[in-house]
Nanobody, 127 residues
Framework: QVQLVESGGGLVQAGGSLRLSCAAS????????MGWFRQAPGKEREFVAA???????YYGDSVKGRFTISRDNAKNTMYLQMNSLKPVDTATYYC?????????????????????WGQGTQVTVSS
């Protein structure tokens, strides 16, 4: 069955960095766009970034220039390198699989286009 397992979260001071990983199994990883979303307590789920099968990327405005999404299709793993972290980045970060390659300009920021989600990893940024 499809499994997405996040790791790499933790507590970091503002200005610091973390690297999240998402290990995928149970499906053909190279055939799906993958994404990261996050949710802070009391707030709606927010799109963070997406990476297409060929490596193209797309970012939410709040993380653009600070976060880098990538994938290694040989290892069935996706990454999120987070630099210059701010307290507002504090949230649970979720790895997610899109319903397919998301070709044709489909909006990668739309959570309805993702069908499997990991359990999440907590990121806490202290001021």
């Amino acid at each position: 069955q499809v499994q997405l397992v996040e790791s790499g979260g933790g507590l970091v001071q503002a200005g610091g960095s973390l690297r999240l990983s998402c290990a995928a199994s149970g499906f053909t990883f190279s055939g799906h766009t993958m994404g990261w979303f996050r949710q802070a307590p009391g707030k709606e789920r927010e799109f963070v970034a997406a990476v297409w099968t060929g490596g193209n990327t797309y970012y939410g405005d709040s993380v653009k220039g600070r976060f880098t999404i990538s994938r290694d299709n040989a290892k069935n793993t996706m990454y999120l390198q987070m630099n210059s972290l701010k307290p507002v980045d504090t949230a649970t970060y979720y790895c997610t699989r899109a319903v397919g390659r998301l070709l044709g300009g489909l909006p990668a920021y739309d959570s309805k286009l993702y069908d499997y989600w990991g359990q999440g990893t907590q990121v806490t940024v202290s001021s």
